[in-house]
């Protein structure tokens, strides 16, 4: 049982928009940034957001963060076949003193 | 260029220790949070630990008391000692730098070191 809570799957045809919900409560997304990874079978983790909605280098502006009270959202425009993985959100939680993640969301590209 | 390479990976039996560590350069390493993430076969990911750039840690309630993070800024290399390894501590075990200003991990991530635990 995570601390963060995402939908086990999404899915999606490609050009169409997809979102990807995560949440949280107080003590983690209520007053923490919130970053999301997007993780391709036998390879690490990619960033796609960091501190809710910024874009590290090289992350194209079809991936966006958004944050509102305790929960979060990545919404994947244009999607492509490529996008098929799977993302995690995660934040920092105080009441545990430490880094929290989201189960995990299986984006299928129908 | 950032890099992030972890070693000290093996088979191991239940009640064994076991060191990893993460030799790290391209950047300034003590003005940086560490992290261990790991990933046990075909789940999710799961925090471990942080080391602060101050050398505040913090652990995961699944291994505190058995894992211990630390660090040597002048060589530029995080550890992870893990003690007491039970068999639910297989995974792949990342090493990753946090965002700057924060604990949280961010784009900067090791290619994973193996740990199995035999019972």
């Known amino acids: 049982q995570s601390v963060l809570t995402q939908p086990p799957s999404a899915s999606g045809t490609p050009g169409q928009r997809v979102t990807i919900s995560c949440s949280g409560s107080?003590?983690?997304?209520?007053?923490?940034?919130v970053f999301w990874y997007r993780q391709l079978p036998g390879t690490a983790p990619k960033l796609l957001i960091y501190?809710?909605?910024q874009w590290p280098s090289g992350v194209p502006d079809r991936f966006s963060g958004s944050k509102s009270d305790t929960s979060a959202s990545l919404a994947i425009s244009g999607l492509r076949s490529e996008d098929e993985a799977d993302y995690y959100c995660?934040?920092?939680?105080?009441?545990?003193?430490?880094?929290?993640f989201g189960g995990g969301t299986k984006l299928t590209v129908l | 260029e950032v890099q992030l390479l972890e070693s000290g990976g093996d088979l191991v039996q239940s009640g064994g220790s076991l060191r990893l560590s993460c030799a790290a350069s391209?950047?300034?390493?003590?003005?940086?949070?560490m992290n261990w993430v790991r990933q046990a076969p075909g789940k999710g990911l799961e925090w471990v630990s942080t080391?602060?750039?101050?050398?505040?840690?913090y652990y995961a309630d699944s291994v505190k008391g058995r894992f211990t993070v630390s660090k040597d800024n002048s060589k530029s290399t995080l550890f992870l000692q893990m003690n007491s390894l039970r068999v639910e501590d297989t995974a792949v075990y990342y090493c990753?730098?946090?965002?700057?200003?924060?604990?949280?991990?961010?784009?900067?991530w090791g290619q994973g070191t193996l740990v199995t635990v035999s019972s």
């Open positions: 080391i602060s750039g101050g050398g505040d840690t």
């Open positions: 391209g950047f300034t390493f003590s003005s940086y949070a």
């Open positions: 107080n003590s983690n997304i209520g007053s923490n940034y």
């Open positions: 995660a934040s920092w939680d105080d009441s545990l003193s430490g880094q929290v």
């Open positions: 501190k809710n909605n």
């Open positions: 990753a730098r946090a965002s700057g200003g924060t604990t949280i991990t961010g784009a900067r």
